[in-house]
Each structure stands twice: as structure tokens, then as C-alpha cells.
């Protein structure tokens, strides 16, 4: 009977532009068997189904949702800036956007705001934020990027308000980038999908698992499997406890049960990274 809902489960999934084969849904939830927290998988396959699971199509149609509600709301056209190095997530998402949306460079933008008589809208675009320290990184570093400096200047002297729409994103990244000092409260976060604790799967407002008084036992085991095959961060970056996937990578926020494994310890992911980097997108870019 598992072996079958395994199957159902995937059936209508890719990863990495491959199909999600059943029995290897059903390889990943034999582990949790044997510990006896089968049902917990089960769950947690039922959560992503039901909304853990995340294709690269709704992603992009999340931000046009979003960036078109937000041009109602203005009275003048915003301008759409590039903020990430080449071949972080923005690269795709820029490729995935055009032509309705096209993006400008941002020290040109931040030309246009010197010379404007009024504050001006500058917009930006990411997929993910876990913790918010990379887009904090993108934007105020000067490491990163070379324009930090103007626009925080930008950002200090009230010439510029700047809205980042994603798709998914925690709502501790999202009070870390709109609280950073170094943005004036000039920075607004917009998310499709918005992780809150009742989507973090061992808090206790968790609505990923409906067994309470097994969730801590649960949380042991993944946290000792977690320690083996991601030990920095055993239960996610900053431990975030997320069950999202898309279907081109798996956020590092998620529960490394769900994507890692380690040439020391014996551990059947359910979406492997080890295939490959996800198009356009290096390792790294994970962190958020």
C-alpha cells in the first residue's frame, strides 16, 4: 500500500527536468519506516503535494502576478533593476520574465533617481529568501556590489523605495531585509508564498505534521540523520525546518533529509543535488 501512494505521490513531478520515479519515493520513505516514522514521511509527502512543491512555472508566474498588482498601486512606472552577480538565481528568472518584463542596470537606475524631482520605485526579483543574508549581501555590500554605497546614499535621503518580489520566503528573511539599517526603511518585501511557523515542520504550530506528541521523537531523528549528511545545519539554514521543493532545486532551508547525502553515511535523498547544479545557479546561491 506505501509502495503504490508512493507512486501516486510522484506522479506528476519532475525534478531537474527528469520525472520523479515512485520507487525511489518509496526507497526515501523505507528509511523512515525502518525508525518507525513512516507516517511522518507520509505527511510530509502529502505537504509537498499538497503545497511544499513548487515548479519553476508558478515561480514565474507569482512574480508577474505580483509585479503587476504593484503597478496599479504607483502612480509611475517602476524601474526593474539587477542586483545578483551573474549566474545567481536572478540570471533565469531575468530570462523567464522577458519580454514583459525587462531589466536595467542599476547604476543607471540610480542615475535616473539623482536627476528625478520625485522619489522613484526600483524593483528587483528573487525566488528564494531563507534568512535574508544574501539579499542583504546583494544589496549593501560593497564586496558584491559596487553600487552599495549610492544606494544606500539613495535609500538614506528618501530619493528611492525599493520592493523585492519572491516567491517564497521566510518571514524571519523578510524582517531581517526590510529591518537592515543600512536600507532606511526604504526596502519592502512582497511574497507569493510566505514560510511562517505553522509550515515549519517541528514547531509547535507546525501544520506539516498532525501527530504532536510524536513530532519531538520525529525531530530526533532527523536531526541525528541531518547531523550526518549536513552537520552545519542539520535541519536547514538557520534552522528554517522547511518542506519545499521546486522542481530545479531544493532551497537550503528545507530539511536536509529531503536533499542531502554524504559518502559516509548510508542516506537516500528524495530530491538529490548530486545529479547536478541546477541551470544557471551555483551551489552557493542556496544559502539565502
Request: glycine share 6%.
Amino acid at each position: 500500500m506505501m509502495e503504490r501512494f508512493c507512486h501516486v505521490m510522484s506522479g506528476s513531478w519532475r525534478y531537474e527536468d527528469e520525472p520523479v520515479k515512485g520507487d525511489d519515493v518509496y526507497a526515501w520513505i523505507r528509511q523512515f519506516k525502518e525508525a518507525g516514522f513512516s507516517e511522518e514521511a507520509r505527511e510530509m509527502l502529502l505537504y509537498l503535494k499538497r503545497e511544499g512543491f513548487i515548479t519553476r512555472r508558478s515561480i514565474i508566474g507569482d512574480l508577474k502576478g505580483l509585479f503587476d498588482r504593484f503597478k496599479k498601486d504607483i502612480d509611475s512606472e517602476p524601474i526593474v533593476v539587477s542586483i545578483q552577480p551573474v549566474g545567481k538565481s536572478e540570471s533565469f528568472l531575468a530570462y523567464s520574465l522577458r519580454p514583459e518584463i525587462q531589466f536595467t542596470d542599476l547604476r543607471k537606475a540610480l542615475d535616473k533617481v539623482s536627476n528625478a524631482g520625485s522619489i522613484m520605485d526600483l524593483v528587483c526579483f528573487d525566488d528564494v529568501i531563507i534568512s535574508g543574508r544574501s539579499m542583504q549581501d546583494y544589496l549593501f555590500d560593497k564586496k558584491i556590489n559596487e553600487r552599495a554605497d549610492s544606494l544606500i546614499d539613495a535609500m538614506r535621503k528618501g530619493k528611492v523605495r525599493l520592493t523585492i518580489f519572491v516567491s517564497i520566503a521566510d518571514i524571519r528573511g523578510i524582517a531581517a531585509v526590510e529591518g537592515d539599517p543600512r536600507g532606511h526603511g526604504a526596502v519592502s518585501v512582497k511574497a507569493a508564498n510566505t514560510i511562517d511557523d505553522t509550515r515549519r515542520v517541528f514547531h509547535t504550530d507546525s501544520e506539516v505534521l498532525s501527530e504532536k506528541t510524536r513530532r519531538t521523537d520525529f525531530k530526533g531523528f532527523c536531526k541525528k540523520a541531518g547531523n550526518n549528511i549536513n552537520p552545519r545545519n542539520p535541519l536547514g539554514w538557520k534552522n528554517a525546518q522547511w518542506c519545499i521543493a521546486t522542481d530545479y532545486s531544493v532551497p537550503n532551508g528545507t530539511l536536509p533529509i529531503i536533499w542531502a547525502s554524504s559518502s559516509t553515511f548510508d542516506w537516500i535523498p528524495l530530491f538529490p543535488r548530486s545529479r547536478s547544479v541546477s541551470t544557471n545557479r551555483t551551489k552557493n546561491d542556496r544559502r539565502k
